[in-house]
C-alpha cells in the first residue's frame, strides 16, 4: 500500500546519493514528488532501510540536499522517500514540481495565458 501525499512527476536531473556505508553513487531520476524520488539503478544495490543524502540537481546553478530512507532497491530502480525535510527544502521542491520554472512544464499547444495564470492559482490554493 503507497502512502504518497504528492502526485509523481516523470524527472530526469542528475542525483548524487551518499552514504557513509555504501559510498557516492551518481544516477538519474526517474520520477519525483514531494515525498520521495525513483532514480535509475546504480552500480550495486543499497540496502532498504538504508539513511542517503541525496543531492538533487534542479539546474546548473542549483542542488537540493534531501535526506532520504532507501525504501526499494531492486536491479531496476531505487526508490527513496524523503525524511526530516526543512521546510525551506520542501517548499522550493514544491515550486519546482508544480512552479512555472519546470522545464518539463510546457503548457499544452493551445493553452491560453489566462489558462495558465488559472492554473498557476490552483496549484498554489490545492498543492
Known sequence: MEHRWSVRKPCQRPVLLRSPQHGVFATRARDLSLSGICVEPVGSRIPVNTLVRLELSLSPAETLTLPALVVRSTPDAVGMMFCNVPEAT??????????????????????????????????????
Open 90 to 127: 520542501t517548499e522550493r521542491l514544491r515550486s519546482y514540481l508544480y512552479g512555472e520554472e519546470r522545464p518539463e512544464a510546457a503548457a499544452p499547444v493551445g493553452a491560453s495565458a489566462a489558462n495558465g495564470r488559472a492554473a498557476a492559482l490552483a496549484r498554489r490554493i490545492f498543492p
